[in-house]
């Protein structure tokens, strides 16, 4: 089989050579490939997931590229797929719309824009839109319902011809793709090119210090190129030209940060949350080794007491179902190595019902089959959202069933605990 993936032996923002490896997992199938009945008999390609740390600015990363076009092309995740995503962006519109103090009828371009709901959101502000997109039939379906979007990936040759057919953009957002794109330089220099004067970039991504302080390790996957903290990114922006020049924390996907980037030397003022956000990096001790032994420390006590429980119960001759068949639930179980145990997943979202787990194949069901197979134990996969799982499940447990939620620390959940609240 070729191999569809490279290994990257620089840092990617700025290109240093001495690299420290910080968080080994296991290898595992593409988290999110999902797979039909049809594709059964085909074997899915392993890649390693290994993060690492550039000793010279303080990046951390997955230098193992899959090729995009393998990633990208197929895509099914449609923005408005996933509920409170919308919610999300109408207060992310209004709120970065407010802060910017944006006028009718800028121009604002969001680079990953999926199917174009932020953009929707823009619009109804006043605002010009365009969107890059390059999953097609999602650009498409984005164009048809009014937000122009290129189906393109973004880079330099765009961002120029985007400049002379459309002006410069006073606004352009890269949201949770920023962490999904390998050549960042050159998307970097594209967004330079394609800024107005007083223009902002205003990049969404998960937060370093917050996936290790949450034990968020299962949101290491192969899409998820960086893992960005303030600091490296200081660095990066200010080799194009840029600065960053605010940062604001969000509550999603387990903790998120939100910069804010200008042209150097720009009218709007830094703010002095950057200063004090890269003092809190420091005292975490984000950029030295030892955070990180002791990260791997707990994600191994946690792998080390589930294990042990599914073993016994699995000698016991009890039936175990797991909760949550996404990308996340993938590294999950190949790192913890689930697999034996578990007889199949259940899943709230029907495009992944009567789906197959990537790599082992493990079936995936709705979630009323915790009702026609009472399986003894479930483990929760999806551990972030326990206790909405919790509460809409509460008759599986009073017939009975067990909830197992592996992190951050193993808590066995039945009826009783349950119903005196000590799940939480
Ligand atoms: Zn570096």
Redesign the pocket.
């Known amino acids: 089989m070729t191999s569809n993936f490279y290994r990257r032996d620089t ?1 990617r ?4 050579k001495d690299l420290m490896r910080v968080l080994p997992l296991s290898p595992s199938a593409l988290c999110d490939a999902y797979i039909t009945k049809e594709h059964l008999h085909e074997t899915q390609e392993l890649f390693p997931l290994e993060l690492f740390m ?1 000793r ?4 951390v990363f997955l230098p193992y590229v899959v090729d995009p076009e393998v990633i990208y092309r197929d895509y099914i995740y449609v923005s408005t797929s996933s509920m409170g995503l919308a919610d999300h962006f109408g207060k992310y519109a209004a709120h970065v719309h407010g802060r910017l103090k944006l006028a009718a009828g800028d121009l604002a371009v969001d680079i990953g824009s999926n199917d174009g709901t932020l953009l929707q959101a823009f619009k109804k502000l006043g605002m010009q839109v365009l969107g890059v997109e390059p999953a097609r039939e999602i650009a498409k379906s984005a164009t048809d319902r009014g937000v122009l979007t290129l189906p393109e990936f973004f880079d330099t040759p765009l961002a120029v011809k985007m400049a002379r057919e459309h002006g410069k953009a006073s606004l352009i957002t890269i949201n949770n793709l920023f962490a999904n794109i390998d050549d960042l330089q050159e998307v970097t220099r594209g967004v330079s090119e394609l800024l107005a004067p007083e223009g902002v970039l205003v990049i969404e991504s998960s937060y370093l210090a917050d996936m290790i302080q949450n034990m968020v390790f299962d949101f290491a996957y192969h899409e998820h190129l960086s893992y960005f903290s303030l600091k ?1 990114l200081v660095s990066f922006f200010r080799r194009f030209g840029l600065e960053v020049f605010d940062v604001e924390r969000v509550g999603t996907k387990g903790g998120s940060m939100r910069y804010y980037v200008r042209k150097a030397g720009g009218k709007r003022e830094v703010s002095s949350a950057v200063a004090e956000l890269l003092g809190y990096e420091e005292r975490l001790g984000l950029y030295g080794e030892e955070l990180y032994l002791k990260f791997r420390e707990r994600i191994d006590d946690c792998k080390k007491e589930l294990i042990e429980l599914l073993q016994r119960l699995k000698s016991e001759g009890k039936s175990i179902a797991a909760y949550g068949g996404s990308a996340t639930s993938t590294t999950l179980i190949y790192h913890f190595g689930l697999a034996p145990f578990l007889e199949y997943i259940v899943d709230d979202n029907p495009a992944k019902q009567h789906t197959y787990s990537p790599g082992y194949h493990i079936p995936v069901l709705p979630s009323a089959e915790l009702y026609n197979r009472k399986p003894d134990c479930t483990v929760v996969l999806a551990w972030r959202y326990c206790e909405p799982i919790i509460a809409k499940h509460k008759a599986y447990l009073d017939g009975g069933g067990r909830f197992l939620v592996p992190i951050p620390r193993m808590r066995i959940i039945d009826s009783a605990a349950a119903g005196s609240g000590s799940a939480n």
């Open positions: 840092c923002l700025c290109s240093g550039c010279e600015c303080g990046y490296p």
